[in-house]
Each structure stands twice: as C-alpha cells, then as structure tokens.
C-alpha cells in the first residue's frame, strides 16, 4: 500500500487545490501516471504515481483545499484492491449471527464530517485539522485577518464558546422583501455562481495589497514606431530564417527597458523595510495572459540576451504558461515588468506594480495619428502610448519621467539599443 501525498510545492507556498482528479477508485496505475491537478497561488502542478497498483480510496474532492504532505489517496496492490468482498455464508444459522453480534463490540456512532472540508472558506491548513478533530463547522467560524482567512486561533476561540442551547422547534427563516427593482438581488433575474480559482484569489489580493502598500503613480509618452516598424519590414524574413523565431516588439522594448534601468537603477530595485535593494542584474518579467489568469514568467539576464535570445524566451515562456506547464522557478524573482495591453486592442491603461517590484512598463495599441514634423509640416505616425507605474516612495517624479523619455528614444533610435540596452 503507498500513500499519494502533496508534493513539496516550492518556497513560501504551503497548500494547493485539487484542480482535477484523473483517476479514480479502482483504476490500475502505474509508477509515473498521472493521477491529479493540483492547482497552487502561481503554476498548475501534476501528482504522479510512485509505485503501480490499483486506486484504493481517494480521500480528498475536487476544489478541497490540500496542505503540503497531506494524504490525499491511498494505493493498493492489484491483487489486494481488486479482490471481490467474499459472500456472506448462506448456511449461518440465526444462533450463529446472534452469537456474533453479541460477541463484537458495540461500534460507535459515526461522526459526521464537518464543512470544513468542503472548500467554501480560505482557511490555514492549522486550522482545518484544528477544526475536524474538535467536529466544527468552519463556515461557522468569523475571521479576524483582514482577508478573510480563518487561522487556527479563530478556531480555537470558537471551541471555547459555550453551546447554544437547542430551540424548541425549528424556526422558518424570515424570507427578505423582494428589490423593488431588477439587478443581482432580483431572484427572477437569472445569476450563475462561479468560484474564484486560488490563482484568481492570488491574483486580487496581490494586486489589492500593491494598491494599499505602494504610493503608486503613472507617467505617460508616446512614442513613434516609424523606425522599428521599418527595421521588421526589412529584417523580418531573414531573422526568421537565421533564428527560427519571429522579430517582434518585445525585444526592442526589454533592451530599451535595460538600457533606462542601467541610467535609473532605483526603477530595478525594491524596498526591503528602511533598505532600498537595488539590483544589479536585470531579469524582466513578461505579462502573459493564461486562461486561469495572469502570468508574469521571468526573462533571465535579459541584458546579456542578443534579439533572437530574448524573442525565444519569451516564446517559449508564453507556450508555456497557456499550456499550464511554468515551474514555479520561471516565475519567481523578476526585477521589472513589462505588459503588453496592445495586443488586445488597449489604447492607453495604467498598469499595477508586481510587487515587490517599483516599476512596471505599460505598452499599447499603435496607432496612425497626426504628427508635426515642424512648425508647417504634419505627417501620420504610427504611434504608441507608454505608461511607466513606479512606487513613489523611493522614484521621484523626475526619475519616472527620465527613465520613460529614455525608453522613448531608444526606441525611435533602434540603434541606440545596440549599444545601451
């Protein structure tokens, strides 16, 4: 027999959810077969077999919370698991049951298993074993951490509440007056319930808690994509060719985005209680929108990266984060991040910090508008809005605003990127 338990899921993360089961009880697996998705705060991780035999019983459901070790399914041998349970003996006399009831003792009664297993809270693992050894509803329990997460102290203080005597007769809810107009409370509105996914859940307290920590502030520019767009036209089918990878925007802005870090290092740096960190190498996340949500994998050295090596990557890194497959390593310790809303259509937007990052580069849709040549002259540009995010507790306005202007002229001098990015 092998206990299936939860892998260790890497630094700082300590419980996952059972994304899908894709076996079940009775199946025959092998070693290395894939029996679950376990879905964590950042990256989709599978659960394998480490030995053969036959599914024996699966402990937790699908959308439960799991903590790391914790055992979620049971392995038996094949023989043993798949054994028929032998047929009550027909020629057992009444005498003989009697007898045998008597002589077993008296089971107990089952306990009923509490909710708080049944995924509707955000609880700690603490608390969710605190809570089935002592048979307490967890979605009984008030939390007192500011997002809601029932800890094991929250538990324990609903443990030492005294019982509330039982009522009489049970009472028919008070059912509330109807809205006087249509919308989410209106019944006869049609409304679906959906749960948010652990990465969802990671995703809006993270950007919630970049909102109330950082003194956040965007800048804008724009820039003229004349010259890039000119270089792609010429250049395109030979790196195609050469590198086996298309020329895209994103390699001229993370070498334009190294060369401003390189002349304003505090946008590469976080802050680290009464310390500033600068950094000094320059790995840039790239946001990636995933169906599961959005993803910010990490280009290594970027400024040590040629075009080719960078378009690569970041290929690469995309491939992997829409097919669920990003180790917990692509995604960890960026130092500046770069989103692309003009893929979608964006015209202008303004990006949150990924902390603990203080800058983040916000790219948009290009655009053919007027633009003056000089005082007599005017000519349609194919134009892109920049946005730059920066923490404001350690860039100053006119850091944000130098670092943008640089990004800009690099880009309008491509190359410039040859020599600074």
Do not use: C
């Not at 700082?12 to 899908?20: A, M, N, P, V």
């Not at 697996?29 to 376990?38: F, I, P, R």
């Not at 989709?44 to 699966?58: H, K, Q, R, T, W």
């Not at 053919?368 to 040549?373: G, S």
């Amino acid at each position: 027999m092998a206990e299936i338990k939860v892998p260790d899921l890497g630094e700082s993360i300590s419980e996952g959810t059972l994304h899908k089961w894709l076996v079940k009880v009775g199946d025959t697996v092998g070693q290395g077969d894939l029996l679950a998705e376990l879905e964590t705060d950042k990256v989709n991780l599978e659960i394998s077999a480490e030995e053969s035999g036959v599914i024996e019983s699966i402990l937790r459901g699908e959308g439960e919370n799991v903590a790391v070790g914790e055992v979620i399914a049971v392995i038996g041998s094949g023989a043993g698991a798949s054994a028929p349970a032998p047929a009550p003996a027909a020629e057992a006399t009444a005498a003989e049951k009697e007898s045998a009831s008597a002589a077993a003792p008296a089971a107990p009664a089952p306990v009923p298993a509490p909710a708080a297993d049944s995924g509707a809270y955000h609880a700690s693992p603490a608390a969710r074993k605190l809570a089935r050894e002592k048979g307490i509803d967890l979605n009984g329990v008030s939390a007192r951490d500011p997002i809601g997460r029932i800890q094991h102290d929250d538990v324990q203080a609903n443990a030492a509440r005294p019982a509330a005597a039982p009522a009489a007769a049970p009472v028919a809810p008070v059912k509330p007056p109807a809205p006087a107009s249509g919308g989410a409370g209106d019944s006869a509105k049609p409304i679906e319930r959906q749960r948010m996914s652990r990465r969802r859940q990671t995703i809006a307290t993270r950007l919630v808690e970049a909102q109330q920590t950082a003194a956040m502030l965007t800048t804008f520019n724009e820039v003229d994509m004349t010259a890039i767009l000119d270089i792609r036209k010429r250049r395109k089918d030979a790196f195609k060719e050469k590198h086996d990878v298309g020329l895209g925007f994103m390699s001229f802005f993370t070498k334009a985005v190294v060369g401003a870090l390189k002349a304003y290092p505090l946008l590469n740096a976080e802050i680290d209680g009464q310390d500033i960190l600068v950094k000094k190498f320059y790995d840039i996340g790239i946001a990636v929108a995933a169906k599961e949500g959005l993803v910010v994998p990490v280009v290594r050295d970027a400024d040590r990266l040629s075009f080719a090596e960078i378009e690569r990557s970041i290929a690469e890194l995309a491939t992997k984060a829409r097919s669920n497959s990003l180790a917990l390593s692509d995604l960890q310790g960026g130092s500046f991040t770069i989103t692309n809303g003009g893929v979608f259509g964006s015209l202008l937007s303004t990006p949150i910090l990924n902390a603990p990052q203080v800058g983040i580069l916000g790219m948009h849709k290009i655009q053919l508008r007027p633009v003056a040549i000089d005082e007599e002259r005017s000519e349609n540009r194919p134009m892109m809005y920049i946005a730059l995010s920066y923490d404001h507790r350690i860039v100053d306005g006119a850091e944000a605003v130098g670092f943008l202007v640089k990004v800009k002229e690099m880009l309008e001098d491509p190359e410039t990127l040859l020599l600074e990015g």
